[in-house]
């Protein structure tokens, strides 16, 4: 079920919304969670029933490991619960996710024939597993306790995150669905997830979904495109995929804040990072805690040498890259992340930060930091996008051809959305040729807006530190009615292949 659909937000969440208060309020307070927990589990199988085999699979033996735990807590026992654990969830993953990319290099790197399956991955299994792999690791170190299968239940399955994050931790979950408090409804907080809600939802609907025309054009006719078309392909990209995951995430906080529940924040405003460490603390930031606190600082963080930090912070960024998924194209841009990040903790060039007593032995300016790390960010996202390593080469092969053949006005013919209608037969009856200048003008203007609303203030921000006045529910009713109306051309969520 899409948050952007007619059944999520005209039948899914008003049903799950008062069933929750209802239950709350008749002091059912296990029988609410279970509800709610129920009605995620509707919620993810909507996309596919079979999805809640693998996730019921996964949560019961996740859950029966943590139980064991109770009986014995041995050094040895917790290692062997800690293997386990981490074998269940990664093996999930790998079989769902990888097997047929390992076995395809498999079979090309030692000229074997093994059999690809063709496995249909779960929605946000990497997701799910990720989340119960954290619990799992802390349950072994003595960090967690074992919880209720009620408690456990709705912390892997609350809707709002499930597909596509945030990634939460047990520890900021659990204590606020136990709080009384969050059981009754608060309508400060409800109207705040509203607002949030539907800035998510128009940056999905509105932009995302606009830029994706393009874009997707563009990628399946690689070869064809010139220096100004590819470079406002991969552009357009660079706006797409931020308006796309950082508007999932502000409709997922929105929820969240609806059921009186703060998820932790995802997104920072990426974009204005003057450096590629910085945006990297800005961008997916639950990613970014999970590896940093499940796999970096286990490796030894910074406290081992330069050399070992390096090392770790590479070992970081290649499992980022594999993790966003099973293709050479992630793993390279993945290096790419880590090798500039890298190159920011060496401190020989760099932005200087007030706020810091080090300093880089070299200082550009501002303005020349946030010039690279946006223009690299841009470049990489070329392997990320491309469906191969060809194609990603062709579209930087293209960027720097420095060659215009016109094809822009046939990747901008592509945007014939409604809101261009009129204007459309205007110009087909004054002057017909004069229509693709048309496109390409409208084309150019959604990036102005788009790079209108990257300098201004985010939409977690707009909503902590704006009143609820009549001026800005006007604003949020009109984007609400006109991204309702766009639902004609439903399309899912990037991150949900991941």
Known sequence: ???????????????????????????????????????????YGYFNVNYLLVIIFSILGNYFLSYLMKFSRTRLTD????????????????YFKYYDFFFENINLAFHTNFTLKNILLPLGISFF??????????????????????????????????????????????????????????????????????????????????????????????????????????LAYTFEIYFDFSGYSDMALGLGKMFNIELPVNFNSPYKACSVKELWQRWHMTLSRFFIQY???????????KIRTILNIFIVFFLSGLWHGANWTFIVWGVMQGLLVIWDNLGIVGVKENDKDSFPRITIPKWLGWIFTFGFFNLSLCFFRSDSMTNAFQMIKNIFAFKNTGYIYKVTAVLDIPEFYLIKQLINLSAPDLLKYGYLVLFLFILVVSIFI????????????????SKLCFIITIIFVWSVISFSQVSTFIYFNF
């Open 129 to 234: 597993t990720f989340q119960q792999i954290s619990f799992i690791i802390d349950r072994c170190t003595g960090k967690a306790e074992h919880y209720s299968i009620d408690n456990y239940l709705i912390f892997v399955t609350f809707f709002p995150q499930l597909i596509a994050g945030p990634i939460v931790l047990y520890k900021e979950m659990i204590p606020q669905f136990e709080n009384l408090k969050n059981k009754r409804f608060q309508a400060e907080n409800f109207a705040r997830g509203i607002t949030l809600f539907t800035l998510g939802l128009g940056k999905k609907v509105l932009l995302a979904d606009v830029l994706a025309i393009p874009v997707n054009y563009g990628f399946d006719h690689t070869i064809f495109l010139d220096t100004p078309s590819a470079l406002l392909v991969v």
């Open 454 to 469: 990257l300098t201004r203030k985010n939409a977690i921000q707009i909503t902590k530190e704006h009143s609820l006045d």
């Open 79 to 94: 290692r062997l619960g800690l293997i386990s654990g981490i074998l269940l969830n990664l093996g999930l993953i790998f």
């Open 295 to 305: 796999v970096y600082i286990p490796l030894g963080g910074s406290r081992k040498g």
């Open 1 to 43: 079920m899409l948050f952007n659909s007619y059944i999520f937000i005209f039948l899914f969440l008003p049903l799950v919304l008062a069933g929750w208060y209802l239950f709350n309020n008749l002091k059912a307070y296990r029988l609410a969670k279970l509800f709610l927990a129920g009605m995620s589990l509707w919620f």
